[in-house]
């Protein structure tokens, strides 16, 4: 399955306090229970954060359901 073929529903995200200009984001997929953990630069935006912690979950989810 293509990552163009997976829907995400409502995704939770938390964002952790940046450590060493790094900031740990944790998405989670509320239909399937799915999460991911991101480590990003602190000096990007939290929206720009957010689409790339949905892309890696977009990801993962087409893994699980190629299997």
């Given at each position: 399955m293509s990552d163009k073929?997976?829907?995400?529903?409502r995704v939770y995200f938390e964002f952790y306090p940046p450590v060493k200009g790094m900031i740990r984001?944790?998405?989670i997929?509320?239909?399937t229970g799915t999460e991911i953990t991101l480590a990003g630069d602190a000096s990007q935006s939290e929206n720009?954060?957010?689409e790339l912690a949905k892309k890696?979950?977009?990801y993962v989810l087409s893994k699980k359901q190629g299997k």
């Amino acid at each position: 399955m293509s990552d163009k073929e997976v829907r995400l529903g409502r995704v939770y995200f938390e964002f952790y306090p940046p450590v060493k200009g790094m900031i740990r984001v944790i998405a989670i997929d509320e239909a399937t229970g799915t999460e991911i953990t991101l480590a990003g630069d602190a000096s990007q935006s939290e929206n720009t954060l957010m689409e790339l912690a949905k892309k890696k979950l977009i990801y993962v989810l087409s893994k699980k359901q190629g299997k």
